[in-house]
């Protein structure tokens, strides 16, 4: 096959204690998935149909590289979420059955100009201007699931330049992980490679350029994040 121009390298997440790394396809995002969380921005915590939104593989951002602060937005806030990583995939795939899609999991953030993200919603629009930009979602290298199993509970958390800003449970998820992988699967065909963010608990908040974020989730990992 030749190319008119050179295509871009894989996208890849390093995975914790092993030299391979896992090549990324979609990043699929689960909006006000903890219900404090879909209070504080004035939305109604009963389990409505989850809703989703795409960030794009090249958005991810390394561990140990620094989130520069994004064009265009006086208002950059950070959502801690745990993040879930596929191995297979298919379409109409049955709850009891989608863990065994799940490679791993790991730390990631969402990061969101919830200016842009404000306007867009008073103007109907989407908001990849407001979610896809680049290095939006800073992540922590990938823990195989066969070390640590399916975790349905546990505490996350964000601190920022030491404060506790962000702090919930993954139980508290009002869609849980299976659960998110089935109903994606009735609106994509999902592939191994794919990345669900699954929401953030309450406490999102804006960056200043020189803070340090500093995420974890007990059982799976941390994440430290300077904003350059």
């Keep these: 096959m030749k190319f008119v121009f050179p295509p871009l390298p894989q996208t890849v997440i390093p995975v914790r204690g ?10 699929y995002c689960v909006g006000r998935n903890y219900a404090a969380h879909a209070v504080e921005m004035g939305h109604d915590p009963d389990r409505d149909p989850p809703f989703f939104f795409q960030k794009n593989r090249d958005n991810l951002l390394p561990e140990g590289t620094d989130f520069p602060y994004p064009s265009m937005t006086g208002d950059v806030h950070h959502e801690i979420e745990l993040m879930v990583a596929l191995k297979s995939g298919g379409t109409s795939i049955a709850v009891a059955d989608a863990l065994d ?3 791993g999991y790991g730390v990631a953030l969402d990061m969101t100009r919830r200016d842009l993200q ?4 008073d103007m109907g629009r989407p908001w990849e201007v407001a979610k896809a930009f680049e290095h939006s979602a800073p992540c922590a290298p990938l823990v195989p699931a066969a070390e640590i199993g399916h975790p349905s509970e546990g505490a996350i ?20 992980v299976p659960e ?11 592939q191994a490679g794919d990345v669900i963010l699954t929401g953030t608990p309450s406490g999102v908040a804006a960056v200043q350029r020189g803070d340090i974020m500093e995420g974890e989730i007990d059982g799976i990992g941390t994440l430290r994040v300077a904003v350059a």
């Design 118 to 121: 404000a306007k867009m919603k």
């Design 157 to 176: 958390r964000l601190k920022v330049n030491g404060e506790l800003r962000q702090q919930g449970d993954l139980n508290q998820m009002i869609w849980k």
């Design 180 to 190: 998110m992988i089935s109903y994606l699967s009735d609106l994509f065909e999902l």
């Design 101 to 103: 899609c799940v490679f």
């Design 18 to 27: 092993q030299d391979a790394v896992f090549p990324v396809n979609r990043i």
